[in-house]
């Protein structure tokens, strides 16, 4: 047998004895260097094969005992790894090492609690107290006590201000429980304490872009950079806050920065589409658009741009095979179904764009919006009866919407029907006062129909 140049003699000399079926003397040491070489190459069942007859040989080795527990739990057999464990806390009490390996099979059982108390036994005397706390956030996480995740990620970071795990980890739950304000002041405390974490700054730029303000978001991802002009992170955070803003020329150039550093990520070039989108480039927009589904084919939202472009460009049937095909890959996605349906309109098509709508109103009944716009694109084709009916289902469906009355006025009042039209115009208006401007908006007809807007100046007088 040859032996590789970098595997260490104990690993070569030991693979030849159980080869040979012979058994000779390693020390603990020597153990270790075998078991930790199978570990690297990710051969467990050699690791473990070790273990046993490392511990076999040296059965009062405290730190062999911990590595065959660790393998144990590897292939699911904790009860024998606990068994073991226990024994290495009779004879080293005090032994983090002990309590840190029985919080992780704890966990792996989904006894979160059980795991909790034996980190809670580590913390004190660990040398990496932070990453301690940090898993004791996590279990509180498995349980769903989200006060006491952000209790010990706290502690976690003012042990250690420069925990990566521990400010992910804090975004992660503000973001899960929309505490926009609560992570804005999180993040504030923590660049308080240490003004030049990258990490900080740029998870602070993330939550103004959660709160909406994205100036803001814009500042403390530009601190980000000065401190790691590298982070790619802030490079795509930086582009997105600058699309929100329309600066879409700049976004471009964040996102282009973010793809040198690493273009593995569809969802970047797709954003450079949109951008392009957005600026009337279809053209540079399909390209875009393409280049992301290169990249993953299934990038649903790729398919959609490619459509959106189409559209722009009044060519409808085209459009339509890039939304079916974006709807094989998404088939409930009620947007993508409504997109169809108004393409299917414009194509001329306008039983298959019915069909479609009625794919998205059951698809979600209770999504508003479906509703209006599936009788917005029927009042634009001139179907209006069908309109009514439709909302009347949608009034049926979401009892009490005055929005849902703004719409049905909006159709009797183009249909003729001025008296029924005023008696839900002025109910919706008494439920809603500032729903008209949105009416009008939505149907511009309104605004030449005079029925319609003499109720209307009459309400708002």
Not at 171 to 178: E, G, M, R, T, V
Request: hydrophobic letters at 40%.
């Amino acid at each position: 047998m040859q032996n590789n140049p970098h595997t260490p003699w104990q690993v070569a000399r030991y693979e030849r004895l159980m080869q040979d079926n012979q058994t000779a003397y390693f020390d603990v040491d020597d153990f270790v260097e075998i078991i930790d070489h199978y570990l690297f190459q990710a051969s467990y069942k050699k690791s473990l094969r070790a273990a046993n007859d490392a511990c076999e040989l040296h059965p009062s080795s405290i730190e062999l005992m911990l590595k065959k527990a660790q393998l144990l739990a590897t292939f699911n057999r904790e009860e024998r790894a606990l068994e073991l464990l226990s024994t290495v806390e009779n004879l080293d009490p005090s032994n983090q090492d002990v309590f840190l390996t029985k919080g992780a099979i704890f966990s792996q059982l989904r006894n979160y609690e059980q795991a909790i108390i034996e980190y809670n036994k580590a913390v004190f005397d660990a040398d990496e107290p932070d990453y301690v706390y940090c898993s004791i956030a996590i279990e509180y996480e498995n349980l769903g006590n989200f006060d006491k995740t952000l209790e010990y990620l706290g502690k976690a970071l003012e042990v250690n201000p420069n925990n990566d795990l521990a400010i992910y980890e804090a975004a992660y739950c503000f973001d899960l429980l929309s505490l926009t304000e609560e992570g804005i002041n999180f993040f504030k405390r923590l660049i308080d304490k240490n003004p030049y974490s990258t990490e900080a700054w740029f998870n602070l730029g993330v939550s103004y872009i959660n709160a909406g303000l994205y100036e803001k978001a814009l500042e403390a991802l530009e601190y980000s950079l000065a401190i790691d002009q590298e982070h790619e992170h802030s490079l795509f955070h930086k582009g997105y806050a600058l699309s929100l803003l329309g600066r879409h020329p700049e976004a471009i150039g964040a996102y282009k920065a973010s793809i040198d550093i690493d273009g593995s990520d569809a969802m970047k070039h797709y954003y450079i589409g949109e951008c392009h989108e957005k600026m009337d480039d279809y053209e540079l927009a399909r390209q875009w658009y393409l280049k992301s589904l290169q990249i993953d084919p299934d990038l649903a939202d790729a398919w959609v741009g490619m459509a959106v472009c189409e559209n722009e460009q009044d060519k409808a049937k085209d459009a339509i095979k890039y939304l079916e095909k974006a709807l094989s890959i998404d088939p409930g996605n009620v947007n993508y179904l409504c997109l169809l349906g108004n393409t299917c309109f414009a194509a001329g098509d306008e039983q298959m764009a019915i069909d479609t709508y009625e794919k998205a109103i059951e698809a979600d009944h209770e999504d508003e919006e479906t509703w209006f716009e599936y009788v917005e694109a029927l009042v634009k084709a001139d179907r209006l009866k069908q309109a009514a009916d439709v909302m009347n289902r949608g009034m049926d469906t979401l009892p009490n919407n005055p929005q849902m009355l703004y719409v049905m006025a909006a159709i009797l009042f183009l249909t003729g029907k001025s008296q029924d039209g005023t008696f839900c115009l002025e109910e919706a208006y008494q439920k809603e006062p500032g729903g008209i401007r949105q009416i009008m908006t939505r149907f511009s007809r309104l605004s030449d129909n005079s029925a319609f807007m003499e109720v209307v100046d009459r309400l708002i007088r």
